[in-house]
Structure formats: structure tokens, C-alpha cells
């Protein structure tokens, strides 16, 4: 079992006492600091019980929620540092929610905030590097939090990125299946075929393009957990002849591929190394060889909220479609097709949320009751990202210019 | 009739004799210029014959084609200027091409100039602008060439942008047919919806809209021929209550629509526009509005050729979607779809020009020789320009980012 990182972080800032006393803060003072906030905020129904009593309503609507302010301390915080305030007084237990989580983030990304809030909040951050230290840092931070605790909540597949629901009404597993699927469909995969990986978690879309569609494949992974799991199946499954596991960095990537997949891994690569993963893709890529990126994304460029990227995914980096562009332009590579699965991801977050929920007992027997809310809230804003648009999910599929071996139409996907 | 104005440019640049004789060039000068010169574009497989007798063959390999040069003014003009001396040279009969010319313009396309030769050949080059007067001048010199004139080699619909093959056997027409209902189902149009079209051409979308999807349309063009033309048809067919066919600027545009489609508008907007494009978009389409925006494209940033800027299609440029960002980024638009259809516009290219090759008597009568000279070069260049991938066929989907009404998968376009 590795260090619980946001465990880690939360406790070295919020665990103590307040070190000023909420009694020092007059009655009337927090309620009304409290409601200039939320009005540069863009008042989103959401109603506050305080530490002293005081309660503060949303100025029109019923609110989505209740907050309970534990002390005047965790109050300061949220109003002055309000993505990582609220993710570590909820963490820390002394912000409660009475409400749906869920609903409330919604409440919270659908306001309109002020556009000085929104360059305020947003001061002073600082990303962590993704170089070849920094990345692994990053990566074992939050996928060898131990196989034991995604496959609690994962699908069977252990598959942590984006499904893919033909119908709304279909399971995580299916649509886990169904994923996987369709993006061996959008690589026009052939029997015997090579295929390079970069970031392949578990293992998942590796062992199934070697299974279902007959490809050699050498994935690539830096989490030391998730690569001998996938090894693992790959021996059991008695596919290690035709899958390689490989425990180094995307950038280490020789040879040549008949097409390159990587499915959840550029949220952390960081724009500044886009055009080196174009130029390791464009010397992989065979001259007929297609490409799939499959990320979370942005329709307008913004860093990752402060609690997520400080707790969660230290590192992590949404992209516009813009901002791809630095991957494929200076390489003449052809952006042949882009689906967005905004609300699929919506629908995956939810699952998984509920499925954590039900596994809470277990997650806090293994860690403890601040890691299943961090866990909670971490599920629960992803959720309400994809929901409000605030985040995307990309399937980029792209060719060299000159491969005029592409596709006819998209036909062949949905027959 | 409106104006030649192709014919115009072409005469007077290219139509008067050599300001210097040719004879006064020494044998063997010519030959080793056009040679270094070959060198410095990438030795395309071309042989030339020159006006004094000599001859230049390929290095290497087996030529696809020969250009007769007539004087040493040509050969200087198509070495100093290669875009606009080749075209001028061609149109004036001063270059002759013994051999397929789509084949002749696909090889120099597919040859690998030195980086400095591309700088040097595109120096001192300056768009036309597209302001309000600008457009008006720069679409009247393409689009108001008499709709005759189109009607002999287009579509019975007169569609003059890329046609959706459902299988590269399928005619023309029925292309035209399937494409009109590709983008109306990409739409997702329902009975009554509005919708407002930027830049309709001779109508057949508007048209198409109303009659198969009962929905009401406004549909801007600058065009004067294409929108009487397309009144015309309106009122034949009965459609003139449910399409409005508006002579006015797309940036005239007001009210606001379920859906705005603007098929091969954006490649005469100039980047410089995008953002006020955008802007109309952004105040155009309703909350739950869905959008696309059809294009020749590109794959990296790249001026048109330049004898097409100043003869063809004056003011044009593709953007790649980088630059189409610059549409919907700042108004948080979420781009749902993007399918890049090149390999259709090579095969509309390519059956344009042969219907333009049977109706050439018909067109020389109409204009003269070197319009069809000029024509033939123009759809040649565009054949071998999606061919080899200089140009890109995007159509993107967009809704507003906040709009949780988008359409689960795609397969219902497939069904």
C-alpha cells in the first residue's frame, strides 16, 4: 500500500485547531463578508449555517443545499481561497453538507462569478512540472493508491477513464465494454497489426485489442501498481506474448506502430510537452498508421480547480481543442474525427460515485473517514464538471496528412 | 453577365509580349536556373521543354508530366513567383502541360520544398480584406460569373461545395443529395425549428431544410446572382413563406434560431473575422441551438496559393482548427463533433472538372479560352490540393456549452 498523498496534504493545513478563536468574529461580520462573497460568486442558491448561529439565505430561489460552517477560520478560507477552502474544510469535516453533493457543485459552476473573482480566486497558482521526475511523482501520487481500492468501485475491466453508454440505460461495465470498443473501431484495427500505448493504466484496451482484434501491443505506464497488474492479466490471460507491459514514460517510445492510442493519459502530460509527444507520435506513427487521443478537455482554456489539481491530480491539465493543436500542426498530422462524450463522462463519474458510496465502509477501513470525503468530493465535482460544461471528453482521432488509407465515412463505427 | 474577373487579372499581367527577347538568354543559362531552381522545390518528376530547344528531365524517376515553356519571361516569372507563374503562364498559353495536369499539380504538391524556398516564394504577399465593402467585391468576382455559367458543371442542385459520397461509386448528384441530409441530420432538425443559414449559395440547403425537415429558414448571401436565383427557386417550389432569402451580410444577421449552418462561407471570412463571427453566432442561437460550420480547412497554418487568391477565390483563406478556435473559445461554444471529409472533396474536384471538360465549348463561347484555361487549372489544383492533403474538409458540430440537449452518440446519423 503507498502513501495516501491526500491524506498527506489535507492534514498538514487543515488539521489543527483555528488559530484565532471564532468567538473573537463580531455577530453580523461573517454573515455579511460571507454574503459579498457569494454575491461575486454569482449567487448560487446555497444557504450557510454558521458556527454562531448565523444564517445566511440566497438572496432569490431555494437553495440546492445547506453548508455548515464549523469556525470562522474555515470560513476565511473558503471566501479567500474558495476552490481549495471548500475541498479542505469538506475534507476536514468541518464544512458539512445537508444536500446532495452532486447538485450543490452544479449550483456552484452554473453561478456566473464576477470576472475579478474569477482572476482573484485564481491568483498565485502554480502548477506542478510534468518532466520525466515530476510526472512519476504525480502519477504514483494518485494511481498506486493500491489495486484494492479502485477495484472496489471500478468496473470489472478496471477501466478509469470515459464509457461509453449506447444507451443511457446501459451499465458501467457495458459501457466500459462498449468503450473499449469503439475506440478499437475509430483505429480500424487489423489482425496482426502493431500498436503503441501511451498511458494504459490497467491494462484494459491493450488486452482487449490483442483479444477481440489480433494486434501486437507495447503499452506504456509509469504507475509501478497498475503495470504488474496489467502484467498479471495479460499471464493469465495467456496474451504476454502479444501485450507488453512497459514501466517507463510515454517519452521513452521506440519504433513503429500501425497506430498510436492513448486513452486518459494527456490531462497530465501538460501543454508544455505537447509538441514533444507530437514528434514521438509522428516518429512512431507508420506511414499509414492512425492515432486516437482520448482526454478530458476544456472549451475555453482554465487551470484545474486548486483542490483538485493540489489533492487529486497534481500535474493535471485539461486542454481546449486549441490547445491540442500543438500536438498535430507542427507535424502535419490530419485531425480526421472528434467526438465529445461530455454527458457520457457525466454518466461514468456518476457510477462511480455510487459505486464508492456503497464500498465507503470498506475505503475507510483501509484508509479513514477524511480520504472517503476527499474520494466523495473528488467523484462528486467531476460529476458536476462534465454535467455544466466545464469540462469535455475528446476522442481525437488523426492520420499523417499524406495517409490517404483513411476511413471513407464514419459509417463503419455504427454498424 | 457580370465582369471576368479572372480574365481581367490574367490580362493584365500576362497577355502582352516578353519585355526582353528570349533569344538574348543564353543556352545552357535557362536550363541550369530551372534546375537549382526544381532542386530548391523539391524535385517534383516534371520534364520541361523550353522555347530555345532545351531540355530539363527529372533526376530521378519517370516524369508525370512536360511543360512547354514559350519564353524565358514565363520561366523567370514561374521561377521568381512560382504560385501566381505558373498559373499566369498556364492561362496565357505560355506554359502547355503535356500530361494530366491534376497528376502534374499532385506531384509539385507532393514534393518537399527547402524551408527557405517556401519563405522566399511567399514573400510580400498581402491578403485582401474582408470588410463589408471588401466581401462584396471579393464574392461578386467569383459567385457573380452567371449562374449559367455554374449550372453547366455542377449539381441539378447547385451545390458548389464538398459533396458526402456514401460510397466513392456514387454520382455526383446523389453525393450533393447526401450531403444536404448529412449536415441537416448532424442538425438534428425538428418540424418548425428555425434556422438561419450564413451564406447560402444558390439555396439548395435552405431549400432542402424547409422541404424535408419543415423548419423555417433566413439565409443570408452577398451574391446578388445566387440570391435571385435561389428566390427564384423558393417561389417555383412553393417554399417562399418557410425561406426567406435575405442579400445582406452574414454579419447583418439578427433574431435568434435552433440552429445556424453556414456551409463553405467561413474559407472567404478571413481569420481577423472569427471572433465577430463568433460573436453573431454567440448572439444568434437559441439556449439549446445546435451549430455547424462547414469549411475547407487546413492542417497547419498556410496562405491560399497564391495565383487562387488573386484570381480565384480573392480573400480566401482555410483555417486549420486552431484558428477556428477563435470562433468558440470566447463564448464557451462546445465543439461536439468534427469530421474531416477531404477525400470527398477530392472526388467533388474531381467530378466537377469533367463535367466542366464536356461543357468547355459552352464555356469558351460564353467567356474565351483562357477562362477555361483558367477554370480547368483552378478545379485541376483543388483535386490535387485534397488529394495530397494541402487542403482539409472540416464540418463541426457546436452547441453552447451549457447545453445538456446534445445528442447522446452519433449513431442516429448512421441509421
Known amino acids: ?10 492534514k498538514s493545513e487543515g488539521a489543527q485547531a483555528p488559530s484565532w478563536p471564532s468567538r473573537a468574529v463580531p455577530r453580523g461580520i461573517a454573515a455579511r463578508a460571507l454574503r459579498s462573497f457569494l454575491h461575486a460568486m454569482g449567487d448560487p442558491p446555497i444557504s450557510f449555517d454558521l458556527w454562531n448561529g448565523e444564517r445566511v439565505v440566497p438572496s432569490a430561489g431555494r437553495p440546492v443545499a ?40 452544479t449550483a456552484i459552476d452554473q453561478a456566473q462569478p464576477a470576472p475579478w473573482a474569477q482572476r482573484v480566486f485564481n491568483r498565485g497558482r502554480k502548477p506542478r512540472r510534468n518532466s520525466l521526475v515530476g510526472s512519476r511523482h504525480n502519477i504514483h501520487a494518485h494511481y498506486d493508491l493500491g489495486n484494492d481500492f479502485y477495484r472496489l468501485w471500478l468496473d470489472p475491466h478496471m477501466v478509469y477513464t470515459c464509457a461509453y453508454y449506447p444507451t443511457p440505460a446501459a451499465s458501467l461495465a457495458d459501457a466500459q465494454v462498449a468503450k473499449l470498443e ?53 499471464a493469465r490471460e495467456g496474451l504476454a506474448d502479444r501485450v507488453e507491459f512497459v514501466e517507463d514514460d510515454y517519452r521513452s517510445i521506440g519504433g513503429t506502430y500501425d497506430a498510436f492510442v492513448s486513452v486518459g ?16 507520435i509522428a516518429r512512431s506513427l507508420a506511414a499509414h498508421g492512425r492515432g486516437l487521443i482520448h482526454t478530458i478537455g476544456r472549451n475555453r482554456p482554465a487551470r484545474l480547480n486548486a483542490w483538485i489539481e ?3 491530480f497534481p500535474g493535471g491539465y485539461p486542454p481546449t481543442l486549441g490547445e491540442m493543436q500543438a ?38 477501513q483501509r484508509f479513514d473517514q477524511r480520504f472517503v470525503r476527499a474520494w466523495r468530493l473528488y467523484l462528486s465535482g467531476t460529476t458536476a464538471a462534465f454535467r455544466t460544461s466545464l ?12 495517409n490517404n488509407h483513411i476511413p471513407w465515412t464514419r459509417a463503419y463505427l455504427y454498424e
Open 1 to 10: 500500500m503507498q502513501p495516501n498523498v491526500v491524506l498527506d496534504h489535507s
Open 66 to 105: 445547506t453548508l455548515k460552517i464549523a469556525d470562522a477560520r474555515t470560513l476565511a478560507h473558503l471566501i479567500l481561497r474558495p476552490e481549495l477552502g471548500f475541498g479542505e474544510g469538506y475534507v476536514d469535516g468541518r464544512i458539512e453538507v445537508d444536500g446532495e453533493l452532486v447538485d450543490l457543485i
Open 182 to 234: 469503439h475506440v478499437c473501431r475509430k483505429l480500424a484495427l487489423r489482425p496482426n497489426e502493431s500498436v503503441v500505448e501511451a498511458g494504459c493504466g490497467w491494462g484494459a484496451l491493450s488486452l482487449d485489442m490483442a483479444r477481440h482484434h489480433g494486434v501486437r501491443v507495447r503499452a506504456f505506464n509509469i504507475s509501478t501498481e497498475q503495470i504488474a497488474y496489467a502484467r498479471e492479466q495479460a
Open 265 to 280: 493519459m494527456l490531462e497530465h502530460v501538460g501543454t508544455e510537452h505537447y509538441a514533444e509527444l507530437g514528434r514521438i
Open 310 to 312: 493540489k489533492h487529486i
Open 327 to 364: 500536438i498535430f500542426e507542427p507535424f502535419d498530422f490530419s485531425i480526421l474525427d472528434v467526438e465529445n462524450l461530455r454527458l457520457h463522462y457525466e454518466k461514468t463519474a456518476a457510477d462511480w460515485l455510487a459505486a464508492f458510496e456503497k464500498a465507503r465502509d470498506e475505503v475507510a
Open 391 to 402: 469540462l469535455q471528453l475528446f476522442q481525437v482521432v488523426f492520420a499523417r496528412g499524406r
